[in-house]
């Protein structure tokens, strides 16, 4: 079965410190997409990255980072210098198959950067 | 601009009572979802889309209902048979044709409380 796992539940850090966010998956298609999607307190689920499962490069956006692993099956995400503004709830998903139809959520990692 | 609106923001419903909750996009985008979401445990998916007048049953669909008559619209229906109504709703939809894009945008919510 398909499965996203998040097992941090909740992080807290101080602004300008670096923070990793973990997810493991699990599926038996060969393709499939990966995303983030970053839970700010109001409410709109904001698309932060998607990634196919034949492209393994890393990704760097400014202060965030994905690391994609196929042989551990995960797919971390770190923030570098971590600023107040990124507190919010930070979702990976998973989508698989014909037409990737469906999209399951892991349980989300709550991130509190305070000053 | 193009999006998705969810409306009502808020919304309060008395214990035994049916209400609907609006999606509307304009993205043209073929595929519509529903998801809800309880605290700690991600989001769920209850209905889904793919062309008009065309759904199926996700992983919670017991106590919803929705219809397709548009394909801009895709309203879901929190029945009385729905024993835990309270939580965030929240609308997805993406287009359905294509390998450019499978990300999803999602509407800004509607928290549901039964009173």
């Known amino acids: 079965a398909q499965k996203v796992t998040q097992a941090q539940t909740e992080i807290s850090v101080v602004e300008k410190e670096d923070v990793t966010l973990d997810c493991v998956y699990e599926t038996r298609d060969t393709t499939y997409y990966l995303f983030w999607y970053k839970q700010p307190p109001s409410g709109e689920l904001v698309f932060l990255i998607r990634?196919?499962?034949?492209d393994e490069q890393n990704e760097i956006s400014g202060r965030y980072s994905w690391n994609f692993q196929k042989s551990t099956s995960s797919f971390n995400f770190t923030i570098t210098a971590s600023q107040v503004v990124d507190s919010a709830v930070y979702f990976c998903a998973l989508s698989w198959g014909t037409g990737f139809q469906k999209l399951v959520f892991g349980t989300g990692t709550r991130l509190l950067v305070s000053p | 601009d193009g999006g998705i609106t969810q409306s009502p923001k808020y919304l309060f419903r008395k214990e035994g009572q049916n209400v609907t909750l609006s999606c509307e996009q304009n993205l043209n985008h073929d595929a519509m979802y529903w998801y809800r979401q309880d605290p700690g445990q991600g989001l769920r998916l209850i209905y889904y889309?793919?062309?008009?007048?065309?759904?199926q049953k996700g992983d919670i669909a017991e106590g919803y209902s929705v219809s397709r008559e548009k394909k801009e619209s895709f309203p879901l229906t929190v029945t009385s048979a729905q024993k835990n109504p309270t939580a965030f709703y929240l609308c997805a939809s993406r287009t359905r044709t294509g390998r450019s894009h499978y990300g999803y945008t999602f509407g800004s919510g509607t928290r549901l409380t039964v009173v």
């Open positions: 889309s793919q062309i008009v007048n065309d759904f």
């Open positions: 990634r196919n499962s034949f």
